[in-house]
């Protein structure tokens, strides 16, 4: 696995932190801290692009990772 969309150096499927992070100021005019995690990195970065095709993909990969998983630990 080459990891998630954009992101090789980024293996975790289910949580990621956000790509693209979006200005915030608090009340006095100070940058807030824009340092969040978001469920479905790979997923939730191609859907916010209108990328459907890659979103399928990264879809398809949860899947076929979270399939494994089950796999592995009903045994």
């Known amino acids: 696995m080459s990891g998630t ?3 090789p150096w980024n ?8 790509l693209k992070f979006p200005l915030r100021f608090d009340d006095n005019g100070e940058l807030k ?3 969040q ?5 790979g997923v939730r970065d191609a859907l916010e692009r209108g990328d ?3 979103a399928q ?7 076929d990772l979270l399939d494994q998983c089950i796999k592995y630990f009903m045994i």
Request: charged share 20%.
């Open 5 to 7: 969309l954009d992101r």
């Open 52 to 54: 459907w095709a890659n």
């Open 37 to 41: 995690y978001t469920t479905f990195p």
């Open 11 to 18: 293996r975790n499927v289910l949580f990621g932190r956000q």
């Open 33 to 35: 801290d824009n340092y």
């Open 57 to 63: 993909s990264q879809l398809d990969m949860v899947t």
